[in-house]
């Protein structure tokens, strides 16, 4: 059994993953810039993690044996990830990468209404009000007035459709997790579906003839600052997880928004108003509160 991780150690190394997975944005959307494609992103992610996942692996004696009564959930699971993540780079590729990660993460929240849906879990006060706060902190960074409504879905719905699809993926996902798979070692888990989602972007990239590099040095610096920071992220996260004192510390992972407002500033020029920061913190906040809600 591995030593527990003291509470301020455990949330200081999340919100060290948050800003890895922020970066792997900032990545994406330099890497689509300069003429990589969107497939050849996910996959080349999907790849790199599930290598360092399997050495990792290796290294630790895990079984890569796969549970017959698991298989197919998992397999399912990998083909959903596939989904999400190509929804949500189509989307940071189309819209200012804060906003399209702040729709996605809305995926909490369709969770838990999946979980109410299908008998899982009792509806909540404290959850609804979460969720009610989370939707009113999206509108607000959004900029959603009624009078410009239809202007706003003009220039940002693409790519807000896109991430909201991201977000609907990633709760089921969830789902799968916490209910058919949650006996399966996190890291065989995350080996599974990030192997599955690079077999199918290949596949599916391979055939539309979608598997575009980048066409300078730049783009090149983007895919690989995507591929390492996702791949370091991601790694990090399960090594991290089952050490944590408390459950509640993984809303410090709700920091990626915060951190992605600031690199996309720095690096890719993305201004955001004071109205758009505000509902971040209050959407980022409103997540913390779900998580902590639903325990």
Not at 131 to 150: D, F, K, N, W, Y
């Amino acid at each position: 059994m591995e030593a527990k991780l003291s509470p301020q150690l455990g949330i200081a190394i999340l919100l060290g993953v948050a800003v890895l997975f922020a970066a792997n944005h900032v990545g994406a959307r330099i890497a689509f810039d300069h003429g990589a494609s969107v497939a050849a992103a996910v996959a080349t992610r999907a790849t790199g993690t599930a290598l360092i996942v399997l050495v990792i692996m290796r290294l630790r004696g895990v079984p890569l044996a796969l549970p017959r009564g698991q298989r197919a959930a998992a397999l399912l699971a990998g083909a959903l990830i596939a989904v999400q993540s190509y929804c949500l780079y189509s989307a940071v590729a189309l819209i200012p990468a804060a906003l399209a990660l702040l729709v996605f993460q809305s995926c909490p929240i369709l969770f838990v209404l999946l979980s109410w849906a299908t008998g899982k879990e009792t509806p909540r006060l404290g959850t609804f009000a979460a969720m009610l706060l989370a939707l009113c902190g999206l509108a607000l960074a959004l900029e959603v007035r009624i009078g410009t409504l239809s202007e706003r879905w003009a220039t940002l719905g693409a790519g807000v459709s896109w991430a909201f699809g991201a977000a609907i993926a990633f709760a089921c996902v969830y789902y799968l997790n916490t209910h058919a798979l949650r006996a399966l070692d996190g890291r065989l888990r995350t080996f599974v579906m990030t192997l599955v989602t690079a077999v199918l972007v290949l596949l599916g990239g391979g055939a539309a003839s979608a598997l575009s590099l980048p066409a300078d040095a730049p783009g090149w610096i983007g895919f690989a600052v995507l591929t390492l920071f996702y791949a370091g992220a991601t790694t990090s996260l399960f090594i991290v997880l089952p050490r944590l004192g408390s459950p509640t510390s993984t809303a410090a992972l709700n920091f990626e928004v915060i951190a992605l407002l600031g690199l996309a500033w720095l690096f890719l020029g993305q201004a955001v108003s004071s109205m758009q920061v505000l509902g971040a913190c209050v959407v980022a906040g409103a997540i913390a509160w779900l998580g902590v809600a639903k325990r």
